[in-house]
């Protein structure tokens, strides 16, 4: 006995908002940049900072960590505490500039001290972004398509960090280190730089109201 299952797949259904479209994007330009360390980031603990081991890679991966699952909730209740998404939107492009300033000072490390420093900046920074991004991504998922835009945003994030991946160790091999994390921080400024120039898709414009005209004129019959 067969069993015929038709699953219709038209993703011309599937359409998604310019505020989704734009969050995406700087997923894709963030994610991205930010894929192109992984592959390299422990060795360059190893090979940059004095007497560095594996126990130092895993106990900056734990302060990172740490401090941005704590971090991350008080700028939460913050953000739902107040109307709007003035305040989302301005964390969240703190959180990606900083993010991207993190990736330049990176290169500038060359003790203990300033590694955990630094990775603890990159946890700030990446505890402003994520509260900030989810809030204003799920108050525009398109209706009736909200696994799609949020599987939209996963599988974009996947490709652009398995691509990055490649390419971070490949530049790494060829040029170093330091290359590696000027592009990161390109492309976290890229994608701070994408969405603060479209403010306009999230914050409301400020209309000017102009002078109020009567319905009808003073002493006129209404």
């Known amino acids: 006995m067969r069993f015929k299952v038709d699953i219709p797949l038209d993703f011309r259904q599937a359409r998604v908002g310019r505020i989704v479209k734009y969050l995406i994007l700087a997923d894709l330009f963030f994610w991205g940049g930010w894929g192109l360390i992984n592959p390299i980031f422990a060795l360059f603990i190893v090979a940059k900072v004095p007497e560095a081991t594996a126990f130092t890679v895993g106990a900056a991966f734990a302060v990172y960590w740490l401090v941005k699952a704590v971090w991350q909730i008080p700028v939460a209740i913050f953000l739902d505490k107040h109307e709007g998404e003035r305040d989302d939107f301005n964390a969240l492009i703190l959180g990606l500039t900083a993010a991207g300033f993190t990736a330049l000072v990176f290169p500038l490390v060359n003790n203990m001290f300033w590694l955990f420093v630094v990775v603890v900046l990159q946890a700030l920074a990446y505890g402003l ?25 996963s599988t974009t994030i996947g490709v652009a960090s398995g691509i990055a991946a490649f390419v971070g160790g490949a530049i790494a091999n060829l040029w170093g280190f330091d290359a590696v994390f000027i592009l990161t921080g390109i492309a976290s400024l890229v994608s701070a730089v994408l969405l603060f120039s479209a403010p306009h898709l999230v914050l409301p414009r400020t209309i000017t109201p102009g002078p109020v005209i009567p319905e009808h004129a003073p002493g006129e019959a209404k």
């Open 129 to 153: 972004y994520t509260p900030s991004w989810s809030a204003i991504f799920s108050r525009h998922l398109d209706k009736d398509h909200y696994a799609f835009d949020w599987s939209l945003d």
